[in-house]
């Protein structure tokens, strides 16, 4: 099972890390015409690309290991360990690049944008005054890497925890007949 878990789960983990760093390094900044929405959907979708491989390796843990059953507990055991695997080399990759490797201002980029989006709704000056404090005070959090960390697994888990959740509904089974 331990052998499993790794493989599938580091497949994952290096699956999702490479597209994030295509994604976030590629056509953010070099292509330079990728708009945030466009690249937080591309984003998510690298995300479920990535974590087909936990659906995969929980059909494999179930038809190689264990006989072609499995419950659905074990299932999301199965998948949940995969899934913090890759999450985690996500995590370091994610960090690696921000604090190395992205170029200055990248927060700041991000901010312009949502409150341009705000101010183009119509938000009031308060609500503007109110979003710019908030997004000052994330900026500075930001820096730490620790809170960086616990804020990119809580982008990425959430993902992974419904692909899992999916995958073992389907993948349970209780009795196996050839």
């Not at 760093?21 to 591309?42: E, H, K, Q, R, W």
């Not at 190395?100 to 201002?105: A, L, N, R, T, Y």
């Not at 709704?121 to 005054?129: K, L, T, Y």
């Not at 960390?149 to 925890?161: F, H, R």
Request: positive net charge.
């Amino acid at each position: 099972m331990k052998k499993n878990i790794i493989v599938y789960g580091l497949t994952a983990g290096v699956v999702v890390s490479v597209l994030m760093l295509f994604t976030t390094n590629y056509l953010s900044y070099c292509a330079g015409n990728v708009d945030y929405d466009t690249s937080m959907l591309i984003g998510y979708a690298s995300m479920l690309i990535a974590f087909s491989i936990v659906y995969v390796g929980i059909r494999n843990y179930r038809d190689k290991y264990n006989g072609g059953v499995i419950s659905f507990g074990k299932a999301f055991k199965v998948g949940i360990l995969m899934v913090l695997i890759a999450s985690t080399i996500f995590v370091i990759a994610w960090l690696i690049d921000y604090f190395f490797f992205m170029p200055p201002g990248f927060i700041e980029k991000n901010f312009t944008y949502e409150l341009d989006r705000l101010k183009t709704s119509g938000a009031s000056q308060v609500e503007i005054v109110e979003k710019t404090k908030e997004m000052e005070n994330f900026a500075r959090m930001y820096k730490n890497p620790f809170f960086n960390a616990m804020m990119t697994y809580a982008i990425i888990l959430p993902v992974g925890l419904i692909v899992t959740l999916i995958s073992s509904l389907i993948l349970k089974r209780k009795n196996y007949t050839k």
